[in-house]
């Protein structure tokens, strides 16, 4: 299990108090700051470099939308404030959570469980990134009587069919005896991302993206092939492929 460095960014010392409180009752994460207002939180983020932080929208001077606007790679960030209408505005930001104060223990948990859940996914992907073929590596697949020989990234779709993957390149699509799992683990992780429990896309092949439900995402692959990318995974997509 990840540990989490975390950092709390609110004007309020009683709210800080409180999910001080609060989340001594979650194991693996640590506080290694508090800050008050904007100046203080951007110090002590550049100095503690946390994993993520609990931030407030309304404090004095500047607003945690401003500040997450300065910092040119912004940790993890959970939402905690006394108003609802901004959860809107606080999700295009790439916020992993927003809670309304006083914030229930159950809802705080969950949202640090999707920070752990991303923090692991990024750490197995940095992982993944040193082993495995590369862009330009030849792989040999071979379906039946059938064989070829191409270079990874001709490969636009990889799709589990029972106990066997599908390989979409060009116009063929062989089926292998091979897992999803399998495939993921020898495939170049900066090239192929896991969309969901039964497809890998990669996102050099991808040609349109669109909104779906729940925060969910919807991917054109390779001009024809429509892959749904699930709602948690939506949230790692963005956290990879974004400025």
Do not use: W
């Amino acid at each position: 299990m990840h540990n989490i460095n975390a950092m709390i960014i609110d004007d309020e010392k009683l709210a800080r108090e409180e999910l001080v409180f609060l989340l001594k009752d979650i194991p693996g994460i640590s506080i290694v700051g508090e800050a008050q207002h904007v100046r203080e939180a951007k110090e002590m983020i550049h100095d503690h470099k946390p994993d993520l932080i609990f931030l407030d929208i309304n404090m004095p001077v500047q607003s945690g939308f401003e500040l997450l606007e300065e910092l040119v790679q912004p940790p993890q960030v959970i939402f905690v404030t006394a108003y609802d209408q901004y959860a809107v505005q606080a999700f295009e930001t790439d916020a992993l959570a927003y809670l309304v104060k006083p914030v229930v223990p159950e809802k705080l948990r969950k949202a640090v469980d999707k920070v752990r859940q991303v923090m692991e996914a990024v750490a197995h992907t940095a992982t993944r990134k040193q082993k495995g073929f590369h862009a330009d590596s030849r792989v040999f697949i071979k379906d039946g009587e059938r064989c070829y020989m191409i270079p990874v990234h001709e490969i636009v779709l990889v799709e589990a069919v029972n106990n066997y993957c599908k390989v979409f390149f060009r116009n063929q699509s062989p089926l292998l005896h091979r897992s999803l799992q399998q495939l993921e683990d020898k495939l170049p992780a900066d090239l192929f991302f896991r969309a969901n429990r039964k497809q890998l896309i990669n996102i050099q092949h991808i040609t349109r993206i669109d909104s779906y439900y729940k925060g969910g995402m919807v991917t054109e692959v390779n001009g024809k092939h429509n892959v749904e990318i699930s709602q948690r995974q939506s949230v790692l997509f963005k956290e990879l492929m974004s400025l």
